[in-house]
């Protein structure tokens, strides 16, 4: 089938478009815009994009706007400079293109006055969880208290991502991803690691955190995921860190983690989970309950908030969890790859092909060739 290039899709703005995300099927598109909307397009037939409903998000720039995995329903999430962060659920009974069809059936607020940068949701069996990151490193862990519903969710968990608090004026660069996958990287198993963790990555300025969520039961017998230190750190970036993404791939003997920075260059790393360096216990919950804190402040938080700020950050939740040391995942740098001005990067789903774009609007694929080199092979933009 022949390629046709980039299809212009008809925005009805002049503001910049800051934030794009398919769905799990490449069907439906939503955009987030400086002009403080977001659009949903619908895919008729194979090449035709169709608006089918644009609204007023927020009250300011919508920074990021992402759907929730197809298995739970056609809900998004979006986070912008108002400070808000708001969940939509689509009403079918209502018209396309009248601005009802996606309601608002939640929203928060930044609990420490700092806006919300980022988001993602990942999708465990039957279970859907959202995490969110201020621009100021607050990183926090959500779930619907029902899980057939959306429209009230609670904070599990919240951790500082920085070990010392980002100075007033800073630039800084704080996105956040999951492992798009049913579980963790089968060696990682192999290794020890719980089938329920969940993988998550969180760019920190010049570096990138890599965690696993594991769940831990409390002296309660409740059990939840909690956010624990990062099993390692990816480094090697001349500057920001603007993006970051981790491969679907479970079946390798390593993880793919890909990032992109305002040094110019995409790199992609490689992350195993020796064996012996997780707990060993099947059930992290069980080594947890070995070694109870005390005293109400969070295992893995590297400052905690006084006042308001410690109850927003959810220390009294952690008095009753335990923490469980994850032991430092080896990395490689396996490949850096010079894409001037490059923001975005992402795996295509259920592939080995990386996907970069960049200011100059057009977007390169990347993939590794047999003797273990990262080559491009092919570039392709409006003007193909």
Not at 13 to 36: E, I, K, M, Q, Y
Not at 41 to 47: N, P, R, S, V, Y
Not at 59 to 88: A, F, Y
């Amino acid at each position: 089938m022949a390629t046709q290039g980039f299809q212009s899709l008809a925005h009805n703005s002049n503001d910049l478009v800051l934030t794009a995300h398919f769905n799990d099927r490449g069907t439906r598109l939503v955009t987030g815009s400086a002009d403080h909307r977001i659009r949903v397009f619908d895919l008729k037939g194979e090449a035709d994009w169709q608006l089918t409903d644009l609204w007023r998000g927020h009250n300011g720039e919508v920074l990021e706007v992402k759907w929730n995995g197809s298995k739970m329903g056609q809900v998004l999430g979006s986070v912008g400079e108002d400070l808000k962060l708001k969940i939509w659920q689509e009403n079918t009974s209502e018209a396309t293109n009248s601005g009802r069809r996606f309601r608002c059936v939640f929203s928060q607020s930044s609990g420490n006055s700092v806006v919300y940068n980022s988001l993602d949701f990942v999708n465990p069996g039957k279970e859907t969880y959202l995490v969110i990151v201020t621009r100021d490193g607050l990183l926090s862990l959500l779930e619907p208290i029902n899980p057939e519903r959306f429209d009230d969710w609670r904070e599990i968990d919240q951790i500082w991502v920085c070990d010392e608090p980002v100075a007033r004026g800073v630039e800084t660069s704080f996105k956040v991803c999951f492992q798009q996958a049913d579980q963790p990287n089968i060696k990682a198993m192999t290794a020890g690691l719980d089938k329920t963790a969940l993988s998550l990555a969180v760019t920190a300025i010049g570096d990138v955190k890599v965690y696993r969520v594991l769940k831990m039961l409390g002296h309660g017998g409740q059990e939840q995921y909690k956010l624990q230190d990062p099993v390692t750190e990816l480094k090697g970036a001349d500057g920001l860190v603007r993006d970051v993404a981790w491969s679907q791939e479970i079946w390798r003997a390593h993880d793919w983690i890909a990032t992109t920075a305002a040094d110019g260059y995409i790199r992609v790393y490689e992350m195993w989970t020796p064996k012996g360096n997780v707990p060993n216990s099947p059930n992290p919950s069980v080594a947890a309950r070995k070694t109870p804190t005390t005293g109400g402040e969070m295992a893995t938080k590297p400052r905690a908030p006084s006042g308001i700020g410690a109850g927003l950050a959810g220390a009294s939740l952690a008095a009753s969890f335990a923490s469980v040391k994850l032991g430092h995942h080896e990395v490689k740098l396996a490949a850096q790859l010079k894409h001037d001005g490059v923001w975005k990067v992402e795996w295509l789903r259920n592939s080995h092909t990386l996907v970069s774009s960049g200011d100059n609007g057009q977007a390169r694929m990347w993939k590794q060739a047999h003797d273990g080199n990262w080559h491009e092979f092919a570039e392709f933009g409006p003007d193909n």
